[in-house]
């Protein structure tokens, strides 16, 4: 006997920003792409818009509506989301140790999504994985003759971000190990206010650091999630020197993972969610690095798969009696 096909009998809208070079759009994405993938028990709308809510009908009924809400990118007043129909959740990504509430309100949504898994359950509160993206046929190392070591990441030249993101460290491990290609990819983002041209002077920059056979690339191209993993698929390490103390986890880590490559990370608050798979820069060198992150990253590929993600999910909606 043949099993009857699940009939839909919930519906839902995912609301995320208009489509901009930035990581809160691009984790509105990641996270729409993978509860849409694999659960029939509900059908999922998806609507990119801004605070006016432009595009979007206030007037279909919805069981559930998900809202990649930030206070600089898609801030929807408190008015608007409380006339909107059925279960509220908040898909909140700057968070920090202690509290996922630094922007997000504790008290506009019925649920939270904290994008954090070192979060616990607690009330609305519900810690999910960063979902990874899974490439079947990644590409290969560009050379198997030299170590490649690739980083990556929006950058402002001249702001303080270059306090708490240190690409010359980069330049300098490789300058160390010698005979090195480093590839650098620092893309124009929407809300960083930064020309190409500032940008490239940042990489000659880098490039005058170079010593002892080691050659620096720099591009800044905006690369689709695909392309990316596939770019971080071609380097032998990839290398993220972060030493921020801002709300949220890294988002540049995530394609690197999915690509399969080892990783060296800093002791950053902004990787606590992979201390427990993989060393850091302070702890091991790049080459010991190479050798010893990729046992990790495979269990991080497997601990935050979308299939993982979506029973995070389920559990939410069940607990609402939306399922």
């Given at each position: 006997?043949?099993?009857?096909?699940?009939?839909?009998?919930?519906?839902?809208?995912?609301?995320?920003?208009?489509?901009?070079?930035?990581?809160?759009?691009?984790?509105?994405?990641?996270?729409?792409?993978?509860?849409?993938?694999?659960?029939?028990?509900?059908?999922?709308?998806?609507?990119?818009?801004?605070?006016?809510?432009?595009?979007?009908?206030?007037?279909?009924?919805?069981?559930?509506?998900?809202?990649?809400?930030?206070?600089?990118?898609?801030?929807?007043?408190?008015?608007?989301?409380?006339?909107?129909?059925?279960?509220?959740?908040?898909?909140?990504?700057?968070?920090?140790?202690?509290?996922?509430?630094?922007?997000?309100?504790?008290?506009?949504?019925?649920?939270?999504?904290?994008?954090?898994?070192?979060?616990?359950?607690?009330?609305?509160?519900?810690?999910?994985?960063?979902?990874?993206?899974?490439?079947?046929?990644?590409?290969?190392?560009?050379?198997?003759?030299?170590?490649?070591?690739?980083?990556?990441?929006?950058?402002?030249?001249?702001?303080?971000?270059?306090?708490?993101?240190?690409?010359?460290?980069?330049?300098?491990?490789?300058?160390?190990?010698?005979?090195?290609?480093?590839?650098?990819?620092?893309?124009?983002?929407?809300?960083?206010?930064?020309?190409?041209?500032?940008?490239?002077?940042?990489?000659?920059?880098?490039?005058?650091?170079?010593?002892?056979?080691?050659?620096?690339?720099?591009?800044?191209?905006?690369?689709?999630?695909?392309?990316?993993?596939?770019?971080?698929?071609?380097?032998?390490?990839?290398?993220?020197?972060?030493?921020?103390?801002?709300?949220?986890?890294?988002?540049?880590?995530?394609?690197?993972?999915?690509?399969?490559?080892?990783?060296?990370?800093?002791?950053?608050?902004?990787?606590?969610?992979?201390?427990?798979?993989?060393?850091?820069?302070?702890?091991?060198?790049?080459?010991?690095?190479?050798?010893?992150?990729?046992?990790?990253?495979?269990?991080?590929?497997?601990?935050?798969?979308?299939?993982?993600?979506?029973?995070?999910?389920?559990?939410?909606?069940?607990?609402?009696?939306l399922l």
């Amino acid at each position: 006997m043949h099993k009857l096909p699940v009939v839909p009998s919930k519906r839902g809208i995912f609301i995320n920003q208009v489509k901009s070079q930035c990581s809160i759009y691009e984790a509105g994405i990641m996270v729409y792409n993978a509860i849409k993938s694999n659960l029939p028990e509900y059908t999922l709308d998806y609507v990119e818009t801004n605070a006016s809510l432009r595009g979007y009908n206030m007037h279909t009924q919805y069981d559930f509506q998900i809202i990649n809400w930030h206070p600089i990118t898609l801030n929807i007043p408190l008015s608007v989301i409380r006339s909107m129909t059925g279960l509220k959740i908040a898909v909140v990504l700057e968070v920090t140790p202690e509290s996922p509430f630094v922007y997000v309100p504790d008290n506009w949504f019925d649920a939270y999504m904290v994008i954090d898994p070192t979060k616990t359950k607690s009330k609305n509160i519900f810690p999910f994985p960063r979902p990874l993206e899974y490439v079947e046929k990644l590409k290969p190392l560009i050379s198997n003759s030299r170590i490649v070591i690739g980083s990556f990441g929006f950058l402002v030249p001249n702001g303080p971000a270059l306090e708490y993101k240190r690409f010359h460290e980069v330049v300098e491990n490789a300058n160390k190990i010698g005979n090195c290609l480093v590839r650098f990819n620092f893309p124009a983002g929407t809300f960083t206010g930064v020309s190409v041209s500032s940008l490239s002077d940042y990489g000659n920059k880098l490039r005058g650091l170079a010593s002892n056979g080691v050659d620096v690339q720099v591009t800044h191209q905006y690369f689709s999630k695909i392309e990316l993993i596939n770019w971080c698929a071609e380097n032998t390490i990839n290398a993220f020197p972060y030493y921020r103390d801002l709300p949220g986890l890294s988002a540049t880590t995530d394609q690197a993972i999915s690509a399969n490559r080892p990783i060296a990370i800093s002791e950053s608050i902004a990787f606590r969610h992979m201390r427990p798979y993989i060393m850091s820069t302070q702890q091991q060198s790049y080459l010991e690095l190479i050798k010893s992150t990729p046992p990790g990253i495979k269990r991080m590929q497997e601990d935050w798969s979308i299939s993982k993600f979506n029973n995070k999910f389920r559990e939410l909606l069940l607990e609402y009696g939306l399922l």
